[in-house]
């Protein structure tokens, strides 16, 4: 009896043995990467995505568990927002943006609290294919030990399938949307640099700001060649003053130094130091106007109080860069 009893034991412990032993080789993490092309701009598609106070309108979670509780933290898009969830099919977690660089990816945490607890990253990459974009998503984590890494490695098929069923949901969201413009807006702290300027006026013909604009560097780039000035930046226009009328504006090259005295209409001055709203466009010239009905809707559903002259820099060379890739910084200073 004692001997069949140790056999018994013997093999019990041996079958547990085998099993931890089989569990052990089980692999503990995991990679999960997914990709599909969207028919809309990269830009608009990288907005989309990172602003997670829109995945309820894809995720293939948020279908799984309507009646959850879904909420956001922090400003959306930025590193630190959060998309919070609270239900009895997803479970309680967040999950937070923790780096990004615009248009090409953005990197987030996951964390689920219950009803286990999971750490884990993903990542979304983003790259252009003409004009269209492609997204790929990697999710990347741990298993824990025993019944976690037994059923995370049957579950694999399962999550790719979700990350697969998710992205085809934002592909149909988003490309039901008419195309945005290229507008990336925040505020930033500006420093201040010495410049070299040409004061102007133009009416409201767009030839004659181009000509005026285009002669008035011009000179300054002449000036500054002749006098051995290092130009630091690129040009820009600040606007004195804008009515049906015209505009009257400084043309403008940022330089290392501007001790030299100039003479005829060049004048020196400091450019603005302090916070600004700066909204980056990217487009035609013509159609800059759309970057301005933004920034005129950020400050009435913000209000702010301005504190100098409005002013635009010209990060691309228009003689050199197509319409639609020339990038365009305009800048609304705020106390």
Do not use: C
Not at 60 to 82: A, F, I, L, R, T
Not at 171 to 184: A, D, G, L, R, S
Not at 235 to 256: H, L
Not at 293 to 305: A, R
């Amino acid at each position: 009896m004692k001997r069949a009893i140790k056999i018994v034991a013997i093999g019990f412990f041996s079958v547990i043995l085998i099993a931890l032993i089989a569990i052990i080789m089980l692999p503990n993490e995991y990679n999960v990467e997914n990709k599909i092309i969207v028919n809309k701009p990269i830009h608009m598609v990288y907005n989309k995505m990172s602003d997670f106070s829109n995945w309820t309108a894809w995720s293939v979670w948020y279908q799984y568990d309507k009646d959850g509780k879904y909420s956001n933290e922090g400003e959306m898009g930025e590193v630190g927002s959060k998309l919070l969830w609270e239900g009895d099919t997803v479970g309680v977690g967040y999950q937070e943006l923790s780096s990004k660089e615009q248009n090409k990816y953005f990197k987030a945490k996951l964390v689920f609290t219950s009803p286990f607890e999971n750490k884990s990253e993903f990542s979304i990459l983003f790259k252009e294919v003409g004009d269209n974009t492609e997204i790929t998503w990697v999710n990347t984590g741990e298993y824990g030990f025993g019944i976690q890494r037994i059923m995370g490695n049957f579950m694999l098929d399962q999550l790719k399938s979700q990350f697969d069923q998710g992205l085809s949901n934002f592909k149909k969201w988003i490309e039901k949307m008419p195309t945005e413009p290229n507008i990336n807006m925040k505020i930033v702290d500006v420093k201040s640099n010495p410049y070299y300027y040409i004061e102007e006026v133009a009416g409201n013909a767009p030839n004659e700001i181009s000509e005026k604009l285009a002669n008035a560097f011009q000179e300054l780039q002449t000036f500054a060649d002749l006098n051995a000035i290092r130009i630091i930046g690129a040009p820009f226009a600040v606007t004195i003053e804008f009515n049906q009328t015209g505009w009257k504006f400084q043309a403008g090259i940022p330089v290392e130094k501007n001790e030299l005295k100039p003479s005829g209409r060049i004048k020196a001055g400091t450019t603005y130091s302090g916070k600004a709203i700066r909204t980056i466009y990217v487009g035609p010239y013509n159609e800059a106007s759309v970057a301005y009905q933004k920034i005129d809707e950020y400050t009435t559903k913000n209000p702010v109080e301005f504190s100098w002259h409005s002013f635009e820099v010209y990060v691309s060379d228009p003689k050199t860069t197509p319409p639609d890739k020339i990038e365009t910084h305009i800048y609304f200073p705020i106390k």
